[in-house]
């Protein structure tokens, strides 16, 4: 009972601090400072037809790379946190069911096309809406309609691996060319600017955000296939 | 009016949330209910970037270049809130095995069967 | 064109709160858990609305698609956990 009536007072008084927040909120009818450089400057200086894009991969490019640190620790901790145990489990998995023969047929038709759709999200994250991290979930998606279809299918560890370290340290050395070629760590000018709004365009950035998008892709693979593994037989 | 709506949705998710998170005794609706309350944060974060009448930041031609300063809305707290969503799922994926291996460890969900910690 | 966006927003807003009252109280957990999915189906919606199409993207194949499908790899595997 005394226990409720901590939390009821908790809530109430993080209610009273969103009410007087809401009551000093004054919705803005101009941009600040930094999103007013961001939005005079970004399709000037780089390129990039998407502003959201220029500043994940370029202006905080390092926060970008602190995140998908924080990613790649995640997924680790999960593998190594599940990793004891299921080895011996290996040897006596159990006969499931077939899946339905709708189920495997379309999973046939459907995961070149999910993954195609990846691919596409995350080249032209510099052009429309998306980029690395949403193209990263669509291909993690098509190993999850893999996985729906046959649960006790696996990919290999070692592909996955190699995907995610080489993506990441290409990424990383990317960045550096740009400390040796232009303004800075991460910066986007070392390729041609190109036309605005053209594919090849905007410097590197659809070259990282696609090496961001296949990392993803093999962090959420991994976590996906480490919690698949655990099944019991 | 629009951002007034999202900001109090938010809100009102961000309490139910931790409300949800502190009465119930399973941790799967625990881990449950810090997902609604980072969508409610996401959301309050969204809303204070938008500005009334004005569009996405994304230039083509609709928006050309030389306008985007009076067209296009704040594009910062959009980036922030996509890299949170990407770190949501990284520690719900944490909390799940967690919960996962303490299942394996006692056969219970139930918070109060863990008392090793308690004084 | 402006009230019908508001009209819109406001639904948005009347299903987000409902499906989340449904996940808090609801008894059995796969539906709390269904119920969160739609709740972040629904803020997908809505930031669209606000003009953040980015984070809508994210949103959708991150927040309502790949959580819950987790949600539901580990509901799987603790069955016999007692609901509360």
Redesign the interface.
């Known amino acids: 009972m005394i226990r409720?009536f901590a939390?009821l007072l908790?809530?109430l008084g993080?209610?009273g601090i969103?009410i007087h927040l809401?009551q000093g909120?004054i919705?803005?009818?101009?941009?600040?400072q930094?999103?007013?450089y961001?939005?005079?400057h970004s399709?000037?200086d780089l390129g990039a037809?998407?502003?959201?894009?220029a500043?994940?991969v370029t202006y905080?490019g390092l926060?970008?790379l602190g995140?998908v640190t924080?990613?790649f620790l995640?997924?680790t901790?999960?593998g190594m946190?599940?990793a004891n145990g299921h080895k011996a489990q290996r040897s006596l998995q159990r006969q499931l069911p077939p899946s339905g023969e709708l189920l495997t047929t379309a999973s046939r038709l459907l995961t070149p096309l999910i993954l195609l759709f990846g691919a596409y999200?995350f080249v032209n994250g510099h052009l429309?809406?998306?980029?690395g991290?949403?193209g990263g979930?669509?291909l993690?998606?098509a190993a999850?309609l893999l996985l729906l279809t046959d649960p006790l299918k696996r990919f290999s560890h070692r592909l996955i691996a190699v995907v995610e370290s080489l993506s990441g340290l290409l990424f990383i050395a990317i960045g550096v060319l740009g400390m040796v070629l232009a303004g800075g760590f991460l910066d986007s000018r070392i390729l041609p600017t190109g036309a605005?709004?053209t594919l090849f365009s905007a410097g590197s950035i659809p070259l990282i955000y696609s090496l961001i998008g296949l990392k993803?892709g093999a962090e959420?693979t991994s976590?996906?296939n480490?919690?698949?593994e655990?099944?019991?037989s | 009016m629009m951002d007034w709506i999202a900001m109090t949705t938010g809100f009102i998710l961000i309490l139910m949330g931790l409300y949800g998170a502190l009465t119930h005794r399973n941790i799967l609706r625990i881990i449950v209910s810090f997902t609604l309350a980072n969508t409610g944060v996401n959301l309050v974060l969204v809303s204070v970037g938008y500005m009334l009448g004005r569009t996405a930041p994304i230039l083509d031609k609709a928006v050309p270049m030389a306008e985007a300063v009076t067209r296009i809305i704040d594009p910062l707290p959009q980036a922030l809130v996509l890299t949170a969503i990407v770190i949501g799922l990284g520690i719900t994926a944490m909390m799940l095995t967690y919960a996962y291996k303490l299942y394996e460890a006692k056969g219970s969900l139930d918070i109060a069967s863990y008392r090793e910690l308690k004084w | 064109m402006n009230t019908l966006l508001l009209v819109i927003a406001l639904l948005l807003a009347a299903a987000m709160l409902g499906a989340a009252w449904v996940s808090i109280r609801v008894h059995r957990v796969a539906t709390a858990m269904l119920a969160a999915g739609l709740v972040s189906l629904f803020a997908s919606v809505m930031f669209l609305l606000l003009a953040a199409p980015d984070v809508a993207m994210t949103e959708a194949a991150i927040g309502s698609g790949l959580t819950t499908f987790l949600f539901f790899f580990v509901l799987g595997r603790v069955r016999g956990g007692r609901d509360d």
Not at chain 1, 27 to 32: D, G, I, S
Not at chain 1, 128 to 131: A, C, D, F, I, L
């Open positions: 409720n939390v908790l809530l993080l209610a969103f809401m909120y919705p803005a009818t101009e941009l600040n930094s999103a007013h961001y939005a005079a399709a000037e037809a998407n502003i959201v894009t500043i994940i905080r926060d970008t995140e924080v990613l995640a997924a901790i999960i946190v599940l999200v429309t809406p998306g980029g991290f949403q979930a669509i993690a998606s999850l605005f709004g993803v959420f976590m996906l480490n919690l698949a655990t099944e019991k």
